[in-house]
């Protein structure tokens, strides 16, 4: 029996003993192999650390314009209709800080029947020169009421001399700029391609159009008034290829030496802003803007002596303005006024102007902010254009425009 309690014993002890020598992990493998899943935790929060660190620099915004607008009947008639609803506007902007002092901004529209690039540009600030910064990319053309965002525009649209000689705002080429700090000054100098209507395009010339703006701003902070002003210039041209012959402002005929000479496209304006802190905040702003304006002709190269000077290309001397007066109504109304004025031919009035008519336009508008994100807008618009044989009467071409825009 003892002998038996004995095996016993030692059969438990060998057992347990083997158990022990056979045991597939250590203490320090088991350390080890937790060590390496601490490891891979931390490698995949640094990563993750990284990424957020990247989305952190995207700021994205935007904003939708859902419209109804009621037209005249002149308008219907061109139209086929006397009112719509549409998307005037849905835009989407990323902007992306990847340094300090290093940005990058990519802007899509995605308006009904209209889905086009807005914005695609590089900014970078010039090393060891304060306060300048280098533009290149698809951008605004320097000009306030092209830079001033369609989101926060106190009417639905811009003047028509702005939509006439910058059409679709954007422009394709590169830009220095200067703010300010200590001297309240902002200079903007741009040079680019001349003939961007709206879609991604190269060049159709050799030669690149320059525009440059210059705005100084006044403070009075006893008066509670602030005021922006400063000129604006703009030199360029459009390459005559097939045509050497043209129209003058005043109707007569002259010649290039030759095909593939340019034709000027130069002006100069001048604006002014005037911000007043009183009775609730108002403003009033306005542009002047003057000089020749020209189209190359549309003949082709093959065409008669008799086609070319059928169809020249136009020399126009232009003149236009703008001037808004804006009211705040309380904390979420606002009333405005403005009046613009556009003729494409000064030199010519009339039954000689024929079609080149100037238009006079009165435009009315009442804005309500529901709150930062919401505005509703009421905006009527009166053209008047100039009557002659070619146009006899007042176009019936007002516009009622109802406008709710969403901001993000």
């Known amino acids: 029996m003892k002998k038996l309690l004995a095996i016993g014993i030692f059969a438990l002890i060998s057992v347990y003993g083997f158990s022990q020598t056979q045991k597939p992990d250590s203490l320090k493998d088991v350390i080890e192999k937790h060590e390496g ?19 952190n620099k995207i700021k994205v915004s935007g904003y939708i314009q ?4 009621s037209y005249g009947a002149d308008l219907e008639k061109s139209n086929g209709y006397n009112n719509t609803f549409y998307i005037r506007r849905a835009r989407i902007k990323f902007t992306y800080e990847a340094l300090d002092g290093v940005k990058f901004v990519l802007q899509p529209d995605f308006s009904t029947g209209n889905i086009s690039l807005k ?7 010039i090393p ?26 106190e009417v639905l649209e811009r003047s028509r001399v702005i939509r006439t000689i910058y059409p679709g705002e954007r422009e394709v080429g590169v830009k220095l700029e200067y703010a300010g700090t200590k001297i309240p000054l902002k200079f903007q100098l741009m040079a680019m391609n001349g003939n961007f209507t709206g879609a991604q395009a190269k060049d159709v010339d050799s030669q690149k159009d320059i525009m440059a703006r ?23 041209g459009n390459l005559s290829k097939n045509n050497k012959y043209f129209k003058n402002s005043d109707g007569t005929l002259d010649s290039l030496k030759s095909v593939w000479k340019y034709l000027n496209k130069n002006w100069v304006g001048g604006e002014i802003q005037i911000f007043a802190d009183v009775l ?3 403003a ?34 232009f003149s236009g303005y703008y001037i808004y007066f804006i009211k705040n109504i309380g904390p979420k109304n606002q009333f405005v006024a403005k009046y613009d004025y556009y003729d494409p031919n000064i030199k010519l009035s009339g039954d000689a102007a024929g079609n ?38 007042d176009k019936k071409d007002n516009t009622l425009g109802v406008r709710i825009q969403a901001k993000f």
């Open 37 to 55: 899943k601490l490891n891979a935790l931390d490698d995949r929060v640094l990563v993750n650390e990284a990424d957020l660190s990247k989305l």
């Open 66 to 69: 859902s419209q109804w607008e």
């Open 119 to 125: 914005d695609a540009y590089a900014v970078v600030n």
């Open 128 to 153: 060891k020169l304060k306060n300048w910064t280098l533009w290149a990319g698809q951008m605004n053309r320097p000009d306030y009421e092209v830079e001033y965002s369609s989101s926060q525009r």
């Open 214 to 236: 210059l705005v100084y701003s006044v403070k009075l902070p006893g008066a509670g008034i602030g005021i922006d002003f400063g000129p604006n210039v703009y030199y360029g």
């Open 280 to 282: 609730g905040g108002m």
């Open 284 to 317: 009033i702003k306005g542009e002047y803007i003057t000089g020749i304006n020209s189209s190359p002709g549309t003949v082709a190269a093959t065409s008669t002596m008799a086609q070319m000077l059928a169809s020249p290309s136009l020399y126009n001397n």
């Open 356 to 393: 080149n008519i100037y238009y006079k336009t009165w435009t009315f508008a009442w804005q309500y902010y529901l709150n930062d994100f919401i505005r509703i807008s009421l905006n009527y618009e009166m053209p008047k254009n100039e009557i002659n044989a070619s146009n006899p009467t």
